[in-house]
T-cell receptor, first 112, second 118 residues
Framework: QQQVKQSPQSLIVQKGGISIINCAYE??????FPWYQQFPGKGPALLIA?????SEKKEGRFTISFNKSAKQFSLHIMDSQPGDSATYFC???????????FGKGTMLLVSP | GAVVSQHPSRVICKSGTSVKIECRSL??????MFWYRQFPKKSLMLMAT?????????EQGVEKDKFLINHASLTLSTLTVTSAHPEDSSFYIC??????????????FGSGTQLSVL
């Protein structure tokens, strides 16, 4: 049973555009929702994370939007750059940062 | 920021041999470390949770005798793939959950180890 569904599987965005990746979850006990960025041959790196007590969190060009009633959250990358080209994973956890359930990932390509 | 060092980054071995992968938290202590497996263009699958000083907890379907995990100190966990076979070829990633200080309750990932079994 896939507990965190991520879409799209791949995404191509022009430089300067907005990249939007969506995730939906089923377990209402999840209370921590991070996004990770992974470059080929490297481990994931935490980009930004949110807890369900807020509906939006912004850090630089990255914004998480969270809809608790719909059990959905999304990552928005503003002014997308070629250096943002990577695989992005959403994740969810219960009770903190530890045991994460990952989405299947989105391969983002930002064209110059 | 906190650094997790994973070594080696790449290893090629013959079928039937054992391979040890190290995961070190360089500037923070981690009572809990996690080991994941990732196939090309796929998500991370949690293999086991490693707790310092105790036995690891394995996810369903992961053979504990095949993937030996040792977490002997607050900064080091090792994964040994025993009697490796080609189907064990994969990208293995560790993560460490920090305790105390700036890393407290934060999760940091290693850079991964690409294992190729011939």
């Amino acid at each position: 049973q896939q507990q965190v569904k991520q879409s799209p599987q791949s995404l191509i965005v022009q430089k300067g555009g907005i990249s939007i990746i969506n995730c939906a979850y089923e377990n209402t006990a999840f209370d921590y929702f991070p996004w990770y960025q992974q470059f080929p041959g490297k481990g994931p790196a935490l980009l930004i994370a949110i807890r369900p007590d807020v509906s939006e969190k912004k850090e630089g060009r990255f914004t998480i939007s969270f809809n608790k009633s719909a059990k959905q959250f999304s990552l928005h990358i503003m002014d997308s750059q070629p250096g943002d080209s990577a695989t992005y994973f959403c994740a969810a956890a219960v009770g903190g940062y530890s045991t994460l359930t990952f989405g299947k990932g989105t391969m983002l390509l930002v064209s110059p | 920021g906190a650094v997790v060092s994973q070594h080696p980054s790449r290893v090629i071995c013959k079928s039937g041999t054992s391979v040890k992968i190290e995961c070190r938290s360089l500037d923070f202590q981690a009572t809990t470390m996690f080991w994941y497996r990732q196939f090309p263009k796929k998500s991370l699958m949690l293999m086991a949770t490693s707790n310092e000083g105790s036995k690891a907890t394995y996810e369903q379907g992961v053979e504990k005798d095949k993937f030996l995990i040792n977490h002997a100190s607050l900064t080091l966990s090792t994964l040994t793939v025993t009697s490796a076979h080609p189907e064990d070829s994969s990208f293995y990633i560790c993560s460490a959950l920090g305790v105390r200080g700036r890393a407290n309750e934060k999760l940091f990932f290693g850079s991964g180890t690409q294992l190729s079994v011939l």
